[in-house]
Nanobody
Framework: QVQLLESGGGLVQAGGSLRLSCSVS????????MAWFRQAPGKVREGVSCINWSGDSTAYVDSVKGRFTISRDNAKDTLYLQMNSLKPEDTAMYYCAALAHYNYCPPTWRSQADTLLFHWGQGTQVTVSS
């Protein structure tokens, strides 16, 4: 059973930074592609970033490009999301996800996320004040 535990969320002013972490247990972390999703109140969940098994291929939603950086440490079974220049519109619950059956990020990881099998964490709240 794959278990994911996010941490690092909190309240920050616009322009500030946060680093989210996701600790993974119960599986071979290094075999999974990993992703961060977020869901704001009243909005649908959206994919934020994805990283392949080795960490040398990443993808981002346009709205966070240049501000967020996804990374992973396979030796520590941990996924990260460094978030800089935060904006109020980044306010959301952030979820860590392990993409079952894939060690890379398929082209549909955002557009057809519901058709893929993800293992999910419980989420960590990020609130950006203006």
């Amino acid at each position: 059973q794959v278990q994911l535990l996010e941490s690092g969320g909190g309240l920050v002013q616009a322009g500030g930074s946060l680093r989210l972490s996701c600790s993974v247990s119960g599986s071979t972390f290094g075999t999974y592609a990993m992703a961060w999703f977020r869901q704001a109140p009243g909005k649908v969940r959206e994919g934020v970033s994805c990283i392949n098994w080795s960490g040398d291929s990443t993808a981002y939603v346009d709205s966070v490009k240049g501000r967020f950086t996804i990374s992973r440490d396979n030796a520590k079974d941990t996924l990260y999301l460094q978030m800089n220049s935060l904006k109020p519109e980044d306010t959301a619950m952030y979820y860590c996800a392990a993409l079952a059956h894939y060690n890379y990020c398929p082209p549909t990881w955002r557009s057809q996320a519901d058709t893929l099998l993800f293992h999910w964490g419980q989420g960590t709240q990020v609130t950006v004040s203006s």
